[in-house]
């Protein structure tokens, strides 16, 4: 499995866009990378995923470099309720692969 | 999209006894599912991997004799916390992937057991 290291935390103020930054430098080429998001005393809830290059959805943007060894969740214009812990993982997406989660990024956003 | 379904929210049970942790997908099937607990400001620590009418495969340091899992049905995998002390109080998160999604794992609200 490969592993993942992220920034321990982050501060930004509502309206800016926040870039976190993943490594995974042993990633498979079966692997995917998968973001998500956890609120305390809630289950970590799906942001995006993406195999290479640039994925887009209504939340959040992922960028994937060529060599695939890092990649970089977009948040645009984030608001206080997107102060949150986000983790990034790497999974074969063949299904029923354990999923390892790293030590996460806590995003603190202020007013 | 896929949802998975966690109960009980909560849990206060007394030390010695037993208590039950469901987790349902309730509108896929999953013949994969995975346990994890969380500590206070820490991340979630991979328990096991429930498969559907096998056995369970625990990640080493954790006791199959005391965290038992059963997954007997495509939709529903269980959790049983044996002999319960306080330091097993935690919160206890269970996950399921809906085959040929894309969506990556979905995961269940969580359930915070207090041991007392």
């Known amino acids: 499995l490969a592993k993942t290291t992220q920034p321990i935390s982050m501060d930004s103020y509502e309206g800016q866009e926040v870039n976190i930054t993943c490594s995974h430098n042993n990633i498979a080429t079966n692997d995917y990378i998968t973001w998500y998001q956890q609120f305390p005393s809630q289950g970590p809830r799906f942001i995006i995923q993406?195999?290479?290059t640039k994925v887009t959805n209504e939340v959040a943007s992922l960028f994937i470099p060529a060599d695939r060894k890092s990649s970089t969740l977009s948040l645009p214009r984030v608001s206080l309720s997107d102060t949150a812990v986000y983790y990034c993982l790497v999974v074969q997406n063949t299904g029923g692969f354990k999923t390892i989660f790293g030590a996460g990024t806590r995003l603190f956003v202020k007013a | 999209g896929a949802v998975v379904s966690q109960h009980p929210s909560w849990v206060i049970c007394k030390s010695g006894t037993s208590v039950k942790i469901e987790c349902r997908s309730l509108d896929f099937q999953a013949t994969t599912m995975f346990w994890y607990r969380q500590f206070p400001k820490q991340s979630l620590m991979l328990m096991a991997t429930?498969?559907?009418?096998?056995?369970?495969?625990?990640e080493q340091g954790v006791e199959k004799d005391k965290f038992l899992i059963n997954h007997a049905s495509l939709t529903l995998s269980t959790l049983t916390v044996t002999s319960a002390h306080p330091e097993d109080s935690s919160f206890y998160i269970c996950?399921?992937?809906?085959?040929?999604?894309?969506?990556?794992?979905?995961f269940g609200s969580g359930t915070r057991l207090t041991v007392v």
């Open positions: 993406g195999y290479k």
């Open positions: 996950s399921a992937r809906e085959g040929g999604g894309n969506y990556g794992y979905t």
């Open positions: 429930s498969n559907e009418g096998s056995k369970a495969t625990y």
